[in-house]
């Protein structure tokens, strides 16, 4: 954990958590095209480095709470790791409700994306949870204020009535498939009937089969890309995990089967997969994998009818 220690000296200065680093820690990645270069089937431009580490993603507080609930529970944090999240989540506390570029690096301009108020909850929650668990020192009533603040955020202006799905980001009209994260991190029940309208639109708006797409890119924020992509792996493997937990299993193991067959001869899986099949975009990638690992996981368990609620339940 001395990355998260490292890190917290930024926060001491006025920075946020960066969203990008190096293999040595670094976070200057500035990022250069390569023009001399047509790249992979002419999938200009080619680029080096990566402009997203001057981002600000909020996103990360949750993911990197979520993280550090799980490894609590088999291997108790020590209190000089706390202190440091004390000090992550002050910052949070300050700065939650300004937009930023998102889950997905947008190029267009920040908004306020849907899914990093969620994982702005995520981060409260965890944290509450973990000093309730341990009985470690925390402000549990600010953060359970600011967790219930979020939330309530959420439902009122994430909520899109006209359109019957949760959104992008606040005011939009577009859907978005991370969207389905308010399920898996335990945001909603899995059957809120919030959640399984969400799940009906973006299987109209954004599915192909078993292929689901992360937006429409002529639709949503502004990527900076100005292209059409092929579909999100993880989106995929998101959807297959939320139908099972929304008590579609039958949906939800035809879906991942079908997935199956997108993986090459050794079972991994790209970024993306194309309009035929190919495999597009980062290759292999660890985040389409976390996402296969937890739906075979978890529709695993629906299927055999090992303590059905498991997947729902935070211990």
Same mark, same amino acid.
């Given at each position: ?42 999938? %200009? ?8 580490? =001057? /981002?600000?993603?909020? !996103? ?20 000089? $790791? ?11 506390? %300050? ?7 998102? +889950? ?6 920040? =908004? ?25 020192? *925390? ?13 309530? #955020?959420?439902?009122? =202006? ?6 019957? @799905? ?13 969207? $389905? ?10 059957? !809120? ?8 639109? +973006? ?15 002529? %639709? *949503? ?9 092929? &579909?999100?792996?993880? &989106? ?14 039958? !949906?939800?193991?035809?879906?991942? #089967? =079908? ?8 079972? $991994?899986?790209?970024?993306? +997969? ?26 695993? %368990? ?6 059905? @609620? *498991?997947?729902? /339940?935070? #211990?």
């Amino acid at each position: 954990m001395g990355w998260l220690d490292a890190r917290c000296h930024e926060l001491k200065e006025g920075q946020p958590l960066q969203p990008m680093y190096t293999i040595t820690g670094e976070h200057d990645i500035t990022e250069e095209t390569l023009d001399h270069l047509e790249g992979y089937r002419g999938s %200009k431009p080619v680029r080096i480095g990566n402009a997203a580490y =001057k /981002q600000q993603q909020l !996103d990360v507080y949750g993911e990197l709470l979520d993280a550090i609930y799980i490894y609590n529970r088999y291997t108790p944090i020590t209190y000089d $790791l706390w202190e440091n999240i004390r000090e992550l989540l002050d910052w949070l506390s %300050k700065h939650w409700q300004e937009p930023d570029e998102g +889950i997905w690096e947008v190029r267009g301009g920040r =908004k306020p994306f849907l899914h990093s108020r969620l994982m702005s909850w995520v981060a409260f929650d965890r944290a509450r949870r973990i000093a309730f668990q341990r009985g470690l020192p *925390a402000p549990i009533t600010e953060w359970m204020q600011t967790s219930a603040t979020i939330y309530e #955020e959420i439902m009122k =202006k994430g909520w899109n009535a006209k359109k019957r @799905s949760f959104v992008q980001y606040y005011g939009s009209n577009e859907v978005d498939a991370s969207s $389905l994260l308010m399920t898996l991190m335990r945001f909603t029940g899995p059957r !809120d009937p919030r959640m399984m309208d969400t799940i009906q639109r +973006i299987q109209k708006e954004l599915s192909r089969d078993s292929l689901v797409y992360r937006y429409l890119p002529h %639709k *949503a924020a502004d990527d900076g890309l100005g292209t059409q992509e092929g &579909c999100f792996s993880p &989106c995929s493997f998101w959807m297959a995990e939320t139908l099972a937990r929304a008590g579609r299993v039958a !949906d939800a193991r035809l879906m991942l #089967e =079908k997935m199956l067959t997108y993986s090459n001869h050794v079972g $991994l899986f790209s970024e993306e +997969i194309g309009y035929t099949g190919e495999a597009l975009g980062n290759y292999p990638q660890a985040f389409t994998h976390l996402a296969l690992i937890t739906a075979c996981y978890n529709i695993d %368990k629906m299927l055999n009818q090992e303590r059905p @609620s *498991a997947a729902w /339940q935070l #211990e």
